[in-house]
């Protein structure tokens, strides 16, 4: 063998084993299988935080918000800013409460974050449904249409009005964690970017 397809061999070697690789982290799973491992995971899960960006358009018009979000078991505080204009609000929700203050807006009080932070912020962003979502979880109630890929993670559902689309994950220690996810309800859409996750175990 000469030295040109020794050195091909090897490069074709260590390609191979990097797919094996990266294929190893996406275990396989049965179909549906992922819901539940994913709800036990957070069953010993108390604390848990993640930032990242929210894309928004309507079809004509587009935005963007960055955001931080720290959840003690049900209580969530979400912090969300404008990229540009510095324009920010700090939003607490739970069972049945939902209390938000920031700019332009004051102080608001509610029984669900959604119309708070629509009213805050122009737009409809499914907040709540967003708590589990980001998690790779759909709420208990809404698990009618789930779709999963090849491997057994969860790539789709739709939780009137929304279709969801998981469409990236990334590895948190042992753990997939959403890495992007998209929601429309025509005609608007978000567009979650999700990145720093921190999982705390309670």
Same mark, same amino acid.
Request: hydrophobic share 40%; glycine share 12%.
């Given at each position: 063998?000469?030295? @040109? #397809?020794?050195?091909? !061999?090897?490069?074709? $070697? ?8 990266? !294929? ?6 049965? &179909? ?11 069953? $010993? ?9 929210? %894309?928004?358009?309507? $079809? ?15 209580? +969530?505080? =979400?912090?969300?800013?404008? *990229?540009?204009? $510095?324009? #920010? ?5 739970? @069972?049945? +409460? ?8 004051? #102080? ?11 009213? &805050?912020?122009?737009?409809?962003? @499914?907040?709540?449904?967003? %708590?589990?979502?980001?998690?790779? *979880? ?18 789709? %559902? =739709?939780?009137? @009005? ?18 992007? =996810?998209? &929601? ?19």
């Amino acid at each position: 063998m000469t030295a @040109p #397809q020794r050195a091909a !061999c090897i490069l074709l $070697g260590t390609v191979v084993l990097a797919m094996v690789t990266g !294929c190893a982290v996406r275990e396989q799973r049965p &179909a549906g299988a992922w819901l539940e491992e994913r709800e036990q995971l957070f069953d $010993g899960i108390d604390h848990w935080s993640v930032s990242g960006r929210v %894309a928004l358009s309507d $079809g004509q018009r587009g935005g963007s918000l960055g955001f931080e979000w720290l959840a003690r078991g049900d209580q +969530h505080e =979400v912090r969300l800013r404008t *990229l540009a204009g $510095g324009r #920010q609000w700090r939003l607490e929700f739970g @069972p049945g +409460h939902a209390f938000l203050e920031g700019s332009e807006v004051g #102080q608001m009080r509610g029984r669900d974050p959604d119309p708070l932070v629509e009213a &805050a912020v122009g737009w409809p962003i @499914p907040v709540a449904e967003l %708590a589990w979502w980001i998690r790779g *979880l759909i709420p208990p109630d809404q698990r009618h249409d789930v779709h999963y890929a090849d491997d057994g993670t969860l790539a789709a %559902a =739709v939780t009137e @009005p929304w279709a969801i689309e998981f469409q990236r994950f990334s590895q948190v220690g042992s753990v997939l964690m959403p890495a992007r =996810v998209q &929601a429309d309800s025509e005609p608007y859409r978000v567009r979650v970017v999700l990145r720093d996750w921190n999982l705390t175990g309670g």
